[in-house]
């Protein structure tokens, strides 16, 4: 899945994604960034990610700019 990141709190790592397939909000789990080359997140970063079973967004890389694109309605 792909995301755009909304919000991220470097100090606590609490941050929301916007996923790219139905514009909904995911939060990033505790572990989120764990095994990631990312360290930081800002607002509008185009990352990649998985869903645990909670429905929160975790496993976080980087995204692809040529697959990221306004979804159709």
Known sequence: ???VIKSYDPVTHDGVLINEADLADVDLAED???G???RMLRPGQRVRF???SKGL???LRLGS??????PEF
């Open 65 to 70: 700019e040529v697959d990221m694109s306004t």
């Open 50 to 52: 998985d869903l645990d």
């Open 36 to 38: 990631s080359i990312l």
């Open 57 to 59: 967004a975790t496993s």
């Open 32 to 34: 989120a960034l764990e």
């Open 1 to 3: 899945m792909q995301g």
